[in-house]
RNA sequence: GCGGAUGUGGCGAAAUUGGUAGACGCACUAGACUUAGGAUCUAGCGCCGCGAGGCAUGGGGGUUCGAGUCCCUCCAUCCGCACCA
């Protein structure tokens, strides 16, 4: 067997690439395009595990692949370094977020050169570098000075909003803003003063300043996310946590609500997230009813989508933290309901939202009037109704809604069927089908037709509209946080006010610690310049995580300018990603913010593209594999698997690199703790056998598998290949070393096709055979094939079949090795180079051009059909290529084998199948 | 509860439009070569059965000459979530 040398090899020619610029992408008219990107990582302190490159290895090989088609590609890479981890870590040890995270982020891209990616790292961009995210704050910047326009159905300057407040006031305006806008006139406008201004305008920038609720932890001093909370205490340390209104920047993302949806259709994205997406924005049309409250002027406006259940209303549910409740509370129920509001409103959504066994709610003691029969209805809460969507009211119609049936039965509230033949006692029924009954004006009409003469009714007598209803709410886009981006804003008499261009980037500032001031205030309370120079406080909330993410694809195209956060020039050039890939888990996160901001800078006239992203693929993660020892409990005897049911035991993670092939190495383990030192073990067959369990990587779990090992072990080609050859590239799936010996073994095969065991090159001038040329042009086909169908794994597969074929045949000729050489270069870059140099060429095989396949050597002279009878296939038979349905049926039956089968009779029915079966019945 | 996905040998998997299920690789078995290697080569390898043959793509049903693939239904697992009226 020949030398391999790959870890020689792999260090030299990365050292060439780098010193050579090879993958330098820079503006070429007279090349087309290619932006392949990869979700940017967060530089955590574990490192990059074996899991982050599959995406960035896929991505690779397409980049290479269209490199050697005349593409001009452009393959970046870059972080995503703002993040709560590195703020955790400061917070424990006051190291500052920036110094930890440069440390991180040099130690990826020392594991990321291993693996000898294509990056042109000219281009790399941090969003926690203040010369990327002094662009972060000028897009907010633009946001904030923005309004949308339904008329244009887009967003404008602010200015032209203040020109047209100045000569009509606002009555003539159709603009996306806040329900309580107020009607004005253009001499109001003028009256106003200029925070009543500065108020007004607020309620229509696209970004702005508004009560949101978020879970509040006083003993933490901060907000919480949902997963943070639990059962009204926070996870870490066990806070109460409650309900609290605070004023946060958001982003007016129900603008374009119809926009995302629509233009779904333009991009090639995969299906279920364009289903995820469409239901997060969750479009539905319904009507908003309104009820008088019984013997007050209070009204409560309900939405529904299911206006022709009107006659079956039983009673009204109102969010319990709506400020009607306390309004209309009956002075017998306010206890009962003070404090069912008060336990409802400690409770996160999602708690809310899971708990559906239990239900709960509490009498308000006030009646409502179903508007359209002046039916007297009871008004509960109940913490099943959320206060953000909708108008945080529901008609609740037990016969027609599941949730509304158990809540019925709980408190013995009436059930009125509505439905003609329904039976409603025990379940709802929630189809659309039959005739109404005890309807009123809508007796005898199907549910369709109800709701549009119930709308209609609705409208004539005004307590009522038909109505678009969005589920997506406005993004809150503050945090309680340290690293972030700071806002580029300042507050003057309470209102808002934008830092000027020349003052950005708005620089993070140095704090004592990164916690919450003892006031209450963010981090940045504590900063002691935190002031304009005339005195004015700055924002102290930061951007969120996702605020650098959202624009990110277009800062690669030109990271350096400190001019604009693209140059026009480049925009045009490379206008949008061609192939995006990254995770699906982003699907109604990153994916939608980043199509809303690329909108906004389209309408604003910045970018040229109105999506960003024309293809998207999800990587599967990949998983870590724990390996599992079992401890007899209260001793400290562990045993192997095979035995562990005769003891009872408890599950031990242990560090996987402790095993192979699931054998513990039990002197490594011994070592690992002091605790173990004494460890005794149960042996099956001499060996101890760990258990093992798929589970998330994580540091935690001791499963971390850390290229650098494998790549030391194997090289980064093998790890290549072998990440690929894993699966699907969509699939999630375990990380498992155990197949990684035949990808290695694969490529020393390959290398044996051009050196001996001496490393003798072996490789003739001599003219291929057809069979040969045969094997090599049937390898371009698939592969080229594969790779465009991303089915990468299977592209892995057939290399290794058609190394086993040439060397089966003894081949070592150039003119099949040379183009096969260039045919697995974007798979494994190293070796092809070596190779290809070594065969004689100056340039890197990068500059190679891709080899064409000749389909007369790939497509046979006629095709085989299949013939089967009666459903089982029989016998094979070859027919020409022409296909002339008439005449291969008569062949078929003119045939001697098919006649045997038939045993002479004629068949009842033939069916042919075009290049695929011929079928008989008899 | 809602939304999305997945389910094929001992294992990772393949089967591109419905057409001979299990390519390719791992593991395993047997053999060859061997101044022993975690090397290489050759053969075997879904399950049951001596065999002919039968059974097999999570379970059940359906469409079809023909289903891993399409439809219905149930089960299991994973991911996301803002109970979406």
Redesign the pocket.
């Given at each position: 067997?020949s030398v391999y040398n790959f870890t020689e090899i792999e260090k030299k020619w990365q050292k060439f690439w780098k010193e050579n610029k090879t993958f330098k992408a820079d503006i070429d008219e007279s090349k087309p395009k290619y932006y392949i990107l990869d979700m940017f990582p967060y530089p955590s302190g574990a490192g990059l595990h074996v899991g982050h490159p599959l995406g960035y290895i896929a991505t690779d090989i397409i980049g290479r692949f269209k490199k050697l088609k005349g593409y001009n590609v452009l393959h970046p890479m870059g972080f995503d370094a703002f993040g709560l981890p590195a703020e955790q870590y400061a917070i424990q040890t006051g190291q500052h977020p920036a110094v930890t995270t440069e440390e991180n982020i040099a130690r990826y891209k020392e594991q990321l050169e291993n693996i000898g990616f294509s990056y042109d790292w000219d281009k790399e961009v941090r969003t926690s570098d203040p010369d990327f995210y002094k662009w972060t704050q000028w897009i907010f910047k633009q946001l904030y000075n923005s309004w949308y326009n339904k008329s244009t159905d887009k967003a404008e300057a602010i200015e032209e909003l203040v020109a047209a407040f100045e000569k009509n006031g606002n009555q003539e305006i159709k603009a996306h803003c806040d329900e309580d806008t107020e009607l004005f006139t253009a001499d109001d406008w003028k009256g106003y003063s200029d925070a009543q201004k500065s108020a007004i305008l607020l309620k229509y920038r696209l970004t702005y300043l508004a009560d949101t609720v978020v879970n509040w932890c006083p003993a933490l001093g901060t907000v919480l996310s949902?997963?943070e909370v639990k059962d009204g205490f926070s996870e870490r340390g066990g806070h109460p946590v409650e309900r609290k209104k605070m004023p946060q920047w958001n982003m007016r993302i129900t603008a374009y609500a119809d926009r995302l949806i629509n233009d779904l259709q333009d991009v090639d994205w995969p299906?279920?997230i364009k289903?995820?997406q469409k239901?997060?924005i969750?479009k539905?049309k319904?009507a908003e009813v309104t009820f008088q409250v019984e013997n007050t002027a209070h009204e409560i406006t309900?939405?529904?989508?299911?206006i022709d259940t009107i006659y079956g209303v039983t009673f009204l549910v109102l969010?319990p933290e709506s400020e009607l409740v306390e309004q209309i509370v009956s002075e017998d129920q306010k206890e009962e309901v003070t404090a069912y509001a008060t336990k409802a409103k400690n409770r996160s959504?999602?708690e809310?939202?899971?708990?559906?066994k239990t239900v709960s709610g509490a009498f308000t003691g006030a009646y409502a009037l179903n508007p359209y029969n002046q039916e007297r209805i009871p008004i509960w809460i109940?913490?099943?109704?959320?206060a953000?969507?909708?108008?945080?009211?529901?008609?609740a119609?037990p016969a027609g809604?599941q949730?509304d049936h158990d809540f019925a039965k709980h408190f013995d509230l009436p059930i009125q069927p509505i439905i003609d033949g329904t039976e409603v006692d025990e379940k709802a029924d929630p189809t659309k089908e039959g005739k109404m009954i005890n309807s009123g004006i809508l007796d005898g009409l199907s549910p369709m037709e109800a709701i549009d003469k119930a709308c209609d009714y609705a409208e004539e007598n005004g307590f009522g509209k038909t109505k678009v209803?969005f589920?997506?709410?406005d993004?809150v886009f503050g945090r309680q946080r340290y690293w972030g981006e700071p806002f580029p804003v300042y507050f003057k008499d309470d209102q808002p006010q934008l830092l000027a261009d020349d003052k950005l980037p708005l620089e993070l500032p140095p704090v004592d610690k990164f916690l919450p001031t003892e006031t209450g205030e963010p981090p940045l309370g504590r900063a002691e310049n935190w002031h304009t120079v005339d005195g004015y406080p700055y924002e102290m909330t930061t951007m969120p995580g996702w605020a650098g993410s959202s624009w990110y694809f277009f800062r690669y195209m030109d990271p350096a300018n400190d001019q604009e956060f693209a140059s026009k020039e480049a925009l045009n050039y490379w206008q949008d990603v061609d192939l995006y890939v990254g995770g699906?888990?982003h699907?109604?996160g990153h994916l939608l913010y980043s199509r809303f901001w690329t909108k906004f800078l389209y309408d604003r006239g910045l970018v040229p593209v109105k999506e960003y992203a024309k293809k998207l693929v999800n990587q599967g993660m990949i998983q870590g594999r724990s390996s599992i020892a079992y401890r007899i409990n209260g001793t400290n005897t562990y045993v192997s698997k095979g035995l562990r049911k005769e003891h009872d035991t408890a599950k031990i993670h242990v560090d996987v690199n402790m095993v192979?092939?699931d054998v513990l190495d039990i002197e490594s383990f011994k070592n690992w703790r002091p605790d173990l030192k004494d460890a005794e073990f149960i042996l099956e067959d001499g060996k101890y056998i760990c258990g093992d369990e798929v589970e998330?990587m994580s540091k935690r779990l001791y499963n971390v598998v850390n290229p650098d090992d494998i790549v030391a072990k194997y090289g980064a080609d093998t790890l290549r290949m072998y990440e690929m050859?894993?699966?699907?590239l969509e699939?999630?799936?375990p990380w498992?070393t155990?197949?990684i010996?035949?990808?290695y073994?694969?490529l020393?095969?390959f290398w044996s096709l051009y050196f001996d065991g001496n490393n003798q090159y072996l490789v003739s001038e001599e003219k291929a055979s057809p069979e040969e040329l045969k094997i090599l042009h049937k390898a371009i086909q698939?592969v080229e094939?594969d790779v465009d169908?991303l089915?990468l794994?299977?592209s892995?597969?057939h290399f290794?079949?058609t190394v086993?074929e040439l060397?089966?045949l003894k081949c070592h000729k150039k003119e099949i090795l040379e183009p096969l050489a260039i045919l697995l270069s974007p798979f494994a870059p190293h070796i092809c180079e070596e190779i290809w140099q070594i065969i004689g060429n100056a340039e890197s095989i990068s500059k190679a051009s891709y080899p064409q396949f000749e389909q007369k050597y790939v497509v046979e002279a006629s095709h085989?059909y299949?013939v089967?009878i009666?459903?089982k296939?029989r016998t094979?038979l070859s027919f020409a290529i022409d296909e002339d349905k008439a005449e291969i049926e008569k062949q078929v039956l003119a045939n001697e084998m098919v006649q045997k089968w038939t045993e002479g009779k004629t068949p009842k029915?033939v069916?042919i199948?075009p290049?695929?079966?011929i079928?008989l019945?008899v």
């Amino acid at each position: 067997m020949s030398v391999y040398n790959f870890t020689e090899i792999e260090k030299k020619w990365q050292k060439f690439w780098k010193e050579n610029k090879t993958f330098k992408a820079d503006i070429d008219e007279s090349k087309p395009k290619y932006y392949i990107l990869d979700m940017f990582p967060y530089p955590s302190g574990a490192g990059l595990h074996v899991g982050h490159p599959l995406g960035y290895i896929a991505t690779d090989i397409i980049g290479r692949f269209k490199k050697l088609k005349g593409y001009n590609v452009l393959h970046p890479m870059g972080f995503d370094a703002f993040g709560l981890p590195a703020e955790q870590y400061a917070i424990q040890t006051g190291q500052h977020p920036a110094v930890t995270t440069e440390e991180n982020i040099a130690r990826y891209k020392e594991q990321l050169e291993n693996i000898g990616f294509s990056y042109d790292w000219d281009k790399e961009v941090r969003t926690s570098d203040p010369d990327f995210y002094k662009w972060t704050q000028w897009i907010f910047k633009q946001l904030y000075n923005s309004w949308y326009n339904k008329s244009t159905d887009k967003a404008e300057a602010i200015e032209e909003l203040v020109a047209a407040f100045e000569k009509n006031g606002n009555q003539e305006i159709k603009a996306h803003c806040d329900e309580d806008t107020e009607l004005f006139t253009a001499d109001d406008w003028k009256g106003y003063s200029d925070a009543q201004k500065s108020a007004i305008l607020l309620k229509y920038r696209l970004t702005y300043l508004a009560d949101t609720v978020v879970n509040w932890c006083p003993a933490l001093g901060t907000v919480l996310s949902n997963d943070e909370v639990k059962d009204g205490f926070s996870e870490r340390g066990g806070h109460p946590v409650e309900r609290k209104k605070m004023p946060q920047w958001n982003m007016r993302i129900t603008a374009y609500a119809d926009r995302l949806i629509n233009d779904l259709q333009d991009v090639d994205w995969p299906d279920p997230i364009k289903e995820m997406q469409k239901n997060w924005i969750g479009k539905s049309k319904g009507a908003e009813v309104t009820f008088q409250v019984e013997n007050t002027a209070h009204e409560i406006t309900v939405f529904t989508t299911r206006i022709d259940t009107i006659y079956g209303v039983t009673f009204l549910v109102l969010a319990p933290e709506s400020e009607l409740v306390e309004q209309i509370v009956s002075e017998d129920q306010k206890e009962e309901v003070t404090a069912y509001a008060t336990k409802a409103k400690n409770r996160s959504e999602r708690e809310r939202m899971s708990d559906v066994k239990t239900v709960s709610g509490a009498f308000t003691g006030a009646y409502a009037l179903n508007p359209y029969n002046q039916e007297r209805i009871p008004i509960w809460i109940a913490d099943y109704v959320l206060a953000g969507y909708g108008t945080g009211a529901v008609m609740a119609v037990p016969a027609g809604d599941q949730r509304d049936h158990d809540f019925a039965k709980h408190f013995d509230l009436p059930i009125q069927p509505i439905i003609d033949g329904t039976e409603v006692d025990e379940k709802a029924d929630p189809t659309k089908e039959g005739k109404m009954i005890n309807s009123g004006i809508l007796d005898g009409l199907s549910p369709m037709e109800a709701i549009d003469k119930a709308c209609d009714y609705a409208e004539e007598n005004g307590f009522g509209k038909t109505k678009v209803n969005f589920k997506i709410r406005d993004a809150v886009f503050g945090r309680q946080r340290y690293w972030g981006e700071p806002f580029p804003v300042y507050f003057k008499d309470d209102q808002p006010q934008l830092l000027a261009d020349d003052k950005l980037p708005l620089e993070l500032p140095p704090v004592d610690k990164f916690l919450p001031t003892e006031t209450g205030e963010p981090p940045l309370g504590r900063a002691e310049n935190w002031h304009t120079v005339d005195g004015y406080p700055y924002e102290m909330t930061t951007m969120p995580g996702w605020a650098g993410s959202s624009w990110y694809f277009f800062r690669y195209m030109d990271p350096a300018n400190d001019q604009e956060f693209a140059s026009k020039e480049a925009l045009n050039y490379w206008q949008d990603v061609d192939l995006y890939v990254g995770g699906s888990e982003h699907a109604t996160g990153h994916l939608l913010y980043s199509r809303f901001w690329t909108k906004f800078l389209y309408d604003r006239g910045l970018v040229p593209v109105k999506e960003y992203a024309k293809k998207l693929v999800n990587q599967g993660m990949i998983q870590g594999r724990s390996s599992i020892a079992y401890r007899i409990n209260g001793t400290n005897t562990y045993v192997s698997k095979g035995l562990r049911k005769e003891h009872d035991t408890a599950k031990i993670h242990v560090d996987v690199n402790m095993v192979e092939n699931d054998v513990l190495d039990i002197e490594s383990f011994k070592n690992w703790r002091p605790d173990l030192k004494d460890a005794e073990f149960i042996l099956e067959d001499g060996k101890y056998i760990c258990g093992d369990e798929v589970e998330k990587m994580s540091k935690r779990l001791y499963n971390v598998v850390n290229p650098d090992d494998i790549v030391a072990k194997y090289g980064a080609d093998t790890l290549r290949m072998y990440e690929m050859f894993l699966g699907p590239l969509e699939q999630f799936k375990p990380w498992n070393t155990h197949g990684i010996d035949g990808v290695y073994k694969f490529l020393r095969k390959f290398w044996s096709l051009y050196f001996d065991g001496n490393n003798q090159y072996l490789v003739s001038e001599e003219k291929a055979s057809p069979e040969e040329l045969k094997i090599l042009h049937k390898a371009i086909q698939k592969v080229e094939d594969d790779v465009d169908r991303l089915s990468l794994n299977t592209s892995v597969s057939h290399f290794m079949i058609t190394v086993n074929e040439l060397i089966a045949l003894k081949c070592h000729k150039k003119e099949i090795l040379e183009p096969l050489a260039i045919l697995l270069s974007p798979f494994a870059p190293h070796i092809c180079e070596e190779i290809w140099q070594i065969i004689g060429n100056a340039e890197s095989i990068s500059k190679a051009s891709y080899p064409q396949f000749e389909q007369k050597y790939v497509v046979e002279a006629s095709h085989e059909y299949p013939v089967s009878i009666n459903g089982k296939v029989r016998t094979k038979l070859s027919f020409a290529i022409d296909e002339d349905k008439a005449e291969i049926e008569k062949q078929v039956l003119a045939n001697e084998m098919v006649q045997k089968w038939t045993e002479g009779k004629t068949p009842k029915k033939v069916i042919i199948v075009p290049k695929r079966i011929i079928n008989l019945v008899v």
